[in-house]
T-cell receptor, first 113, second 112 residues
């Protein structure tokens, strides 16, 4: 009954080597979100998609991009990962922007060597 | 900007009550939330409270909101080992889940 699925759960990449994290959902929700959560810190919203409309947070670095090819899938691309990008990346969905609840995936822990 | 603060750690004995506290700065917060994150899992919404309420109870969970002091608490009655997790306080001022601001989370450890 998985609802928000993230693959892989653990990802190791090299400094500067592009990496893509994947999220899929079975809820048919319109909105998908990507958060970055560093150790002992609050999740920080990077961007969200409302349907095909992409919305970037003002302080999200250009190094982070996202794609949503269809309702079910959303990808986070990190073009040139730095050591400071090591974190847990959380994907979440909501039915629409007025929905009070977000449904989170289990996260992908990214290590940069 | 908005700020949400929580203490990092709390330990309680099994069967005792746990109280996790949160303070926030945004006086226009409309909804306040408690999320739970178990090891290796995503965040799970436990409960939320609208800012015109001062208390909400749901089984073993009681949320208290002091809007004047901008203080939110989550009380877990009869705490069990399965309650061990990180608890995140969050708020939004727009009524939209889109603009959640999270605290750093409180690690609750339940001792046998």
């Amino acid at each position: 009954d998985a609802m928000v699925i993230q693959n892989p759960r653990y990802q190791v990449t090299q400094f500067g080597k592009p990496v893509t994290l994947s999220c899929s959902q079975t809820l048919n929700h319109n909105v998908m979100y990507w958060y970055q959560q560093k150790s002992s810190q609050a999740p920080k919203l990077l961007f969200h998609y409302y349907d095909k409309d992409f919305n970037n947070e003002a302080d999200t670095p250009d190094n982070f991009q996202s794609r949503r090819p269809n309702t079910s899938f959303c990808f986070l691309d990190i073009r040139s990962p730095g050591l400071g990008d090591a974190a847990m990346y959380l994907c979440a969905t909501s039915r629409d922007l007025k929905d009070l609840e977000q449904y989170f995936g289990p996260g992908t822990r990214l290590t940069v060597t | 900007g908005e700020d949400v603060e929580q203490s990092l750690f709390l330990s309680v004995r099994e069967g005792d009550s746990s109280v996790i506290n949160c303070t926030y700065t945004d006086s226009s917060s409309t909804y306040l939330y408690w999320y739970k994150q178990e090891p290796g899992a995503g965040l799970q919404l436990l409960t939320y409270i609208f800012s015109n309420m001062d208390m909400k109870q749901d089984q073993r969970l009681t949320v208290l909101l002091n809007k004047k002091d901008k203080h939110l608490s989550l009380r877990i009655a009869d705490t069990q080992t399965g309650d061990s997790a990180i608890y995140f306080c969050a708020e939004t001022d727009s009524g939209s889940a889109r603009q959640l601001t999270f605290g750093s989370g409180t690690q609750l450890t339940v001792l046998p």
